[in-house]
């Protein structure tokens, strides 16, 4: 009876007497993957849809010098970030780091907020899903579909993934990176026809210090706002226990090759 419920019988690792229990799989993500699900995890084109607006609002015609300051920041952030994975690798992430530098007080607070946190931009993320993809079919007057409620290709759309997370991340990091890809190709497309017809009206004054709205007091209105457009970048600290090799897969911008 022991041997026909043992852990090898089952085909998986499950809790037993002695402690063990199932592991993430190791190995089964390169660097390719993690870079794919860390920038579709950033989703630029959505960071920049909810993000850019209020930020010219505070930073003015230099909001771009803003971004690029934010991007300086995000940087230093990410190799620090890369030098604790190098060490602990965690699916973790930064949460574990600050748990073992500061204690579990501070980890258990960090988990919490970020958790909060975390239920509030995915609830926020699965409910935008429904309802642009319900204008995306009424203005493009899909007989038959632009009259079914943003409620239910929500819940479409949250069944999708929940069956592709359960598949594997293998699998879903490798949807969401061929997702990345399209949305690039979008942005790219977009960027290079805008680029093209206002060719005439370009010029460095968005990366004027001087053009910033209010000076360094809009720089800092408009910092956080520019830190936005980053969220998700921290992705890859957490899939660093799935790879073959995290101390190498999951480098900061500053770690030497």
């Known amino acids: 009876m022991t041997e026909a419920f043992s852990p090898d019988s089952l085909g998986a690792k499950v809790p037993n007497l002695d402690g063990e229990h199932e592991r993430l799989h190791r190995g089964v993500?390169?660097?390719?993957?993690?870079?794919?699900?860390?920038?579709?995890?950033?989703?630029?084109?959505?960071?920049?849809?909810?993000g850019?607006?209020?930020l010219a609002y505070t930073a003015g015609v230099a909001s771009p010098l803003t971004i690029l300051a934010a991007g300086i920041a995000i940087a230093f952030l990410a190799n620090t970030l890369s030098e604790f994975t190098k060490v602990m690798p965690s699916t973790g992430g930064f949460i574990t780091f600050v748990g073992k530098t500061?204690?579990?007080?501070?980890?258990?607070?960090?988990?919490?907020?970020?958790?909060?946190?975390?239920?509030?931009?995915?609830?926020?993320?699965?409910?935008?899903?429904?309802?642009?993809?319900?204008?995306?079919?009424?203005?493009?007057?899909?007989?038959?579909?632009?009259?079914?409620?943003?409620?239910?290709?929500?819940?479409?759309?949250?069944?999708?993934?929940?069956?592709m997370m359960i598949r594997g991340i293998s699998v879903s990091t490798r949807l969401a990176g061929f997702f990345f890809a399209f949305e690039m190709l979008v942005l790219v497309i977009v960027s290079v026809a805008a680029l093209i017809k206002f060719h005439g009206h370009l010029n460095m004054?968005?990366?004027?210090?001087?053009?910033?709205?209010?000076?360094?007091?809009?720089?800092?209105?408009?910092?956080?706002?520019?830190?936005?457009?980053?969220?998700?970048?921290?992705?890859?600290?957490?899939?660093?226990?799935?790879?073959?090799?995290?101390?190498?897969?999951v480098p900061g911008p500053f770690s030497p090759p």
């Open 52 to 54: 850019f607006g209020f």
């Open 205 to 249: 004054a968005p990366f004027n210090p001087k053009n910033i709205t209010n000076g360094f007091k809009g720089l800092a209105a408009g910092f956080p706002l520019a830190i936005y457009l980053f969220i998700g970048w921290e992705n890859s600290a957490a899939l660093a226990e799935e790879t073959d090799n995290p101390r190498k897969n």
């Open 102 to 163: 500061f204690g579990a007080r501070t980890g258990v607070t960090t988990a919490l907020l970020t958790g909060i946190g975390y239920i509030a931009a995915m609830a926020s993320v699965v409910g935008i899903v429904g309802g642009f993809f319900q204008i995306l079919l009424q203005n493009y007057n899909v007989s038959g579909l632009e009259s079914v409620p943003w409620g239910i290709w929500t819940v479409l759309f949250l069944a999708f993934a929940a069956f």
């Open 29 to 50: 993500l390169g660097p390719i993957d993690i870079a794919a699900a860390t920038m579709a995890n950033i989703g630029p084109a959505m960071s920049f849809f909810f």
